[in-house]
């Protein structure tokens, strides 16, 4: 296989994707990608012990299903580096990772605690956790090479539609930022697109035993890097089959050679996956241990799971925590349903060109197939980069789709500078604010500036709005001056405490919304935080809340001080909002709560909410009832502590159910006089004898239990 000089637009190309993927392999902190911890693992076994994993035998989980070629490239390329880490290696946890995971932001996306050691220089063994980053980013300029050569087969005749193909691989954002992580899916993208390039040579210029044997190394390397890859022997057959003016028995000669020296390469891996687990695959251990299920059925997956498919496609970093604005994933279908309309504008015939791109559709085709097999199959099945082996496929497609629209140079030249600059603000706008350290300057602001022993000042900012509802978030900013870091994290709190004392709703995470961590503070840097903080659906109106401020650890709250050295407390308020009812509500505190589609409960209204142990509460609940009410139900209305113990309790039969109308239903509950002091969350819930509780519906119909909860109220001692 011979081709032309790289042109400059293409290396252009090369460097802009080299320069952006290593730029985040920086950037971007160890192990935040998908399974990159996993992945690690692998290689640190290889590195270590000299052995592959087993499948469920590991201590910490790895990737121990795929076959080994990513992992054996990145242990020979880091295993000179003196690195302290086992197969075992587990990272610190951020516990509130994930927090709103769908929405677009900088809220907690980070999944764990990161400290200097993993900055440059790299020290105590991170180093050899970055070179595997290293080891892809050369596999995805690869990879987009190999697009380009793709494309500059079919179409020699237009020299920009292949630089263009290749920059619409090297300019996704998602394939950038799995170039930068530890994974074998961009070594499958550039296994699956040599693969197809092969057999469109052959499909084209016709059999030799060079191209059997270049089929055939080609198979078997793709066989040891992920087993989806072998997929692509139909890919390989069918090149065989289209093969111009050639007889049968040629071409079933330079199949066995071909499917022969793959069986070389790789049948050892089928081999062992057979003894150690009864299946050549080792997909029923992978089921068995990743909570797999059977196909059959779940055809409700597909329609779920296709719009996270598309988005982790494009660009969804981290575990998926990182998304771009819905609009940015339809400007991509726009664009690629606008590319693919280019086949409707009738051209001359090219049987050349057919025969090849025909290859490619069948490849994008059969790929789908399997992701969607996936799906049926994993949970986590809907994830974009399954698709990168027939990625560059399509993306030839695509570009030629365009070129019939406009001429090949415009279509290169959209392309690259349009994807180009979708890619920078993907990354710098989405990705970069999410993983790094906040901004940082300034002064604090002129106000109350309290201190939080010998850790931080903090000066209030804003809580906003001054006036909300329940179900409603509430906004709270602050300033913070760090001192000096922490052995440990800390954490900061939110606390919303009503009129009563009562504890409304609270938010914890550590500072920066996870990404300054008092661990690797920057002292005498200022840095602003806003908190968003939910208020609970059920929360009781109308009423004042007090937001306070706290720092504490496992040993507890850092206590606080004025600007005169003064002892405040271990939290400081710094501001009221007031919690208003609906307008025009027909009945106290408005819910709709669905218990069944039988009746749903539409208010409440709870009198007092501070009492005396041994004391009496009244609990009005206000129901309406449907036509589906199959008979007549019982309410259990009981005040309970976090560990399910009831302090007080009024069960019985429920009101004079009737059809549509709201009707009251009066409890009166006695705190048991033993309630320790504190504050007691109500639990409301309908049931019978014969069918026990019903289920709390959630608007799509999805049960998710089987009882409200309500208040709280607060208990104090007796007297």
């Given at each position: 296989?011979?081709?032309?000089?790289?042109?400059?637009?293409?290396?252009?190309?090369?460097?802009?994707?080299?320069?952006?993927?290593?730029?985040?392999?920086?950037?971007?902190?160890?192990?935040?990608?998908?399974?990159?911890?996993?992945?690690?693992?692998?290689?640190?076994?290889?590195?270590?012990?000299?052995?592959?994993?087993?499948?469920?035998?590991?201590?910490?989980?790895?990737?121990?299903?795929?076959?080994?070629?990513?992992?054996?490239?990145?242990?020979?390329?880091?295993?000179?580096?003196?690195?302290?880490?086992?197969?075992?290696?587990?990272?610190?946890?951020?516990?509130?990772?994930?927090?709103?995971?769908?929405?677009?932001?900088?809220?907690?996306?980070?999944?764990?605690?990161?400290?200097?050691?993993?900055?440059?220089?790299?020290?105590?063994?991170?180093?050899?956790?970055?070179?595997?980053?290293?080891?892809?980013?050369?596999?995805?300029?690869?990879?987009?090479?190999?697009?380009?050569?793709?494309?500059?087969?079919?179409?020699?005749?237009?020299?920009?539609?292949?630089?263009?193909?290749?920059?619409?691989?090297?300019?996704?954002?998602?394939?950038?930022?799995?170039?930068?992580?530890?994974?074998?899916?961009?070594?499958?993208?550039?296994?699956?697109?040599?693969?197809?390039?092969?057999?469109?040579?052959v499909c084209q210029d016709g059999l030799s035993r060079r191209a059997a044997l270049r089929l055939g190394l080609l198979y078997g390397l793709a066989l040891l890097t992920k087993l989806h890859l072998a997929a692509l022997g139909a890919i390989l057959l069918l090149a065989i089959a289209r093969t111009p003016a050639t007889r049968r028995r040629e071409k079933l000669a330079t199949a066995g050679i071909a499917l022969g020296i793959a069986a070389l390469l790789a049948g050892w891996w089928f081999v062992r996956n057979w003894r150690l687990y009864g299946d050549p695959t080792g997909l029923t251990m992978v089921n068995q241990l990743w909570a797999g299920r059977s196909a059959a059925g779940n055809w409700w997956a597909l329609w779920q799971g296709w719009p996270y498919l598309w988005s982790s496609l494009w660009g969804r970093f981290g575990y998926g925590q990182i998304p771009l604005p819905r609009s940015l994933y339809l400007g991509w279908l726009l664009f690629t349903v606008l590319g693919l309309g280019g086949y409707l504008r009738?051209?001359?015939?090219?049987?050349?060109?057919?025969?090849?791109?025909?290859?490619?559709?069948?490849?994008?085709?059969?790929?789908?197939?399997?992701?969607?097999?996936?799906?049926?199959?994993?949970?986590?099945?809907?994830?974009?980069?399954?698709?990168?082996?027939?990625?560059?496929?399509?993306?030839?497609?695509?570009?030629?789709?365009?070129?019939?629209?406009?001429?090949?140079?415009?279509?290169?030249?959209?392309?690259?500078?349009?994807?180009?600059?979708?890619?920078?603000?993907?990354?710098?706008?989405?990705?970069?604010?999410?993983?790094?350290?906040?901004?940082?300057?300034?002064?604090?602001?002129?106000?109350?500036?309290?201190?939080?022993?010998?850790?931080?000042?903090?000066?209030?900012?804003?809580?906003?709005?001054?006036?909300?509802?329940?179900?409603?978030?509430?906004?709270?900013?602050?300033?913070?001056?760090?001192?000096?870091?922490?052995?440990?994290?800390?954490?900061?709190?939110?606390?919303?405490?009503?009129?009563?004392?009562?504890?409304?709703?609270?938010?914890?995470?550590?500072?920066?919304?996870?990404?300054?961590?008092?661990?690797?503070?920057?002292?005498?840097?200022?840095?602003?935080?806003?908190?968003?903080?939910?208020?609970?659906?059920?929360?009781?109106?109308?009423?004042?809340?007090?937001?306070?401020?706290?720092?504490?650890?496992?040993?507890?709250?850092?206590?606080?001080?004025?600007?005169?050295?003064?002892?405040?407390?271990?939290?400081?308020?710094?501001?009221?909002?007031?919690?208003?009812?609906?307008?025009?509500?027909?009945?106290?505190?408005?819910?709709?709560?669905?218990?069944?589609?039988?009746?749903?409960?539409?208010?409440?209204?709870?009198?007092?909410?501070?009492?005396?142990?041994?004391?009496?509460?009244?609990?009005?609940?206000?129901?309406?009832?449907?036509?589906?009410?199959?008979?007549?139900?019982?309410?259990?209305?009981?005040?309970?502590?976090?560990?399910?113990?009831?302090?007080?309790?009024?069960?019985?039969?429920?009101?004079?159910?009737?059809?549509?109308?709201?009707?009251?239903?009066?409890?009166?509950?006695?705190?048991?006089?033993?309630?320790?002091?504190?504050?007691?969350?109500?639990?409301?819930?309908?049931?019978?004898?014969?069918?026990?509780?019903?289920?709390?519906?959630?608007?799509?119909?999805?049960?998710?239990?089987?009882?409200?909860?309500?208040?709280?109220?607060?208990?104090?001692?007796?007297?």
């Amino acid at each position: 296989m011979s081709l032309p000089p790289l042109p400059r637009p293409l290396k252009l190309i090369l460097a802009a994707f080299l320069l952006l993927a290593g730029a985040v392999s920086v950037i971007n902190p160890l192990f935040e990608s998908t399974d990159e911890i996993r992945h690690y693992r692998y290689v640190r076994h290889l590195i270590t012990q000299h052995t592959l994993p087993v499948q469920g035998a590991e201590e910490a989980r790895s990737q121990s299903h795929h076959p080994p070629l990513y992992y054996a490239l990145s242990a020979l390329a880091s295993a000179a580096v003196p690195c302290p880490h086992t197969a075992e290696y587990r990272q610190p946890p951020n516990p509130f990772w994930g927090y709103r995971n769908w929405a677009v932001g900088v809220d907690n996306k980070l999944q764990y605690l990161h400290l200097a050691d993993e900055r440059f220089p790299y020290r105590h063994g991170y180093l050899a956790a970055m070179i595997p980053r290293w080891v892809n980013v050369l596999l995805g300029a690869i990879t987009v090479w190999l697009t380009w050569a793709l494309a500059r087969r079919l179409r020699p005749d237009a020299p920009p539609l292949a630089w263009g193909a290749a920059a619409l691989v090297a300019f996704t954002p998602q394939f950038i930022y799995l170039s930068a992580a530890m994974t074998n899916d961009i070594l499958a993208a550039a296994m699956g697109t040599a693969v197809v390039l092969q057999s469109v040579i052959v499909c084209q210029d016709g059999l030799s035993r060079r191209a059997a044997l270049r089929l055939g190394l080609l198979y078997g390397l793709a066989l040891l890097t992920k087993l989806h890859l072998a997929a692509l022997g139909a890919i390989l057959l069918l090149a065989i089959a289209r093969t111009p003016a050639t007889r049968r028995r040629e071409k079933l000669a330079t199949a066995g050679i071909a499917l022969g020296i793959a069986a070389l390469l790789a049948g050892w891996w089928f081999v062992r996956n057979w003894r150690l687990y009864g299946d050549p695959t080792g997909l029923t251990m992978v089921n068995q241990l990743w909570a797999g299920r059977s196909a059959a059925g779940n055809w409700w997956a597909l329609w779920q799971g296709w719009p996270y498919l598309w988005s982790s496609l494009w660009g969804r970093f981290g575990y998926g925590q990182i998304p771009l604005p819905r609009s940015l994933y339809l400007g991509w279908l726009l664009f690629t349903v606008l590319g693919l309309g280019g086949y409707l504008r009738p051209r001359p015939a090219c049987p050349r060109l057919a025969r090849g791109a025909a290859l490619l559709g069948v490849t994008v085709l059969l790929f789908v197939l399997i992701v969607a097999y996936y799906i049926l199959i994993q949970p986590a099945g809907a994830m974009g980069r399954f698709l990168f082996p027939a990625w560059p496929s399509f993306a030839v497609l695509l570009a030629h789709g365009w070129a019939r629209l406009v001429s090949p140079k415009s279509a290169a030249l959209g392309l690259s500078w349009g994807l180009g600059g979708l890619a920078v603000v993907a990354l710098g706008g989405y990705l970069l604010p999410a993983v790094t350290y906040p901004p940082t300057g300034g002064t604090l602001p002129a106000g109350a500036v309290v201190q939080y022993g010998d850790v931080a000042r903090m000066a209030a900012i804003t809580v906003a709005p001054s006036q909300l509802h329940p179900g409603e978030p509430l906004f709270v900013t602050v300033a913070w001056l760090p001192l000096r870091q922490t052995p440990g994290p800390l954490t900061v709190y939110i606390h919303l405490t009503d009129e009563a004392g009562v504890l409304v709703a609270q938010r914890d995470t550590w500072p920066g919304l996870g990404r300054a961590p008092t661990t690797a503070w920057h002292p005498g840097r200022v840095f602003r935080d806003t908190y968003r903080v939910d208020l609970p659906e059920t929360a009781y109106t109308p009423d004042t809340l007090s937001v306070q401020v706290g720092l504490y650890d496992e040993t507890g709250r850092q206590p606080v001080y004025d600007q005169d050295a003064r002892l405040l407390g271990d939290g400081v308020t710094v501001g009221t909002a007031t919690l208003l009812p609906p307008e025009n509500a027909p009945v106290p505190n408005p819910l709709h709560e669905n218990f069944n589609n039988e009746v749903t409960l539409v208010g409440y209204h709870i009198e007092p909410r501070v009492l005396t142990a041994g004391s009496t509460l009244t609990l009005t609940l206000y129901w309406q009832a449907t036509p589906q009410r199959r008979q007549d139900y019982f309410v259990f209305a009981q005040v309970l502590d976090a560990q399910w113990h009831v302090w007080g309790s009024k069960d019985g039969p429920g009101p004079a159910w009737g059809h549509g109308e709201i009707v009251r239903d009066v409890r009166r509950i006695t705190i048991i006089p033993q309630t320790p002091p504190g504050s007691y969350p109500i639990q409301v819930g309908v049931f019978s004898a014969p069918t026990g509780r019903l289920s709390l519906l959630a608007p799509d119909g999805r049960p998710l239990d089987d009882h409200v909860t309500l208040g709280p109220v607060r208990v104090l001692a007796a007297k």
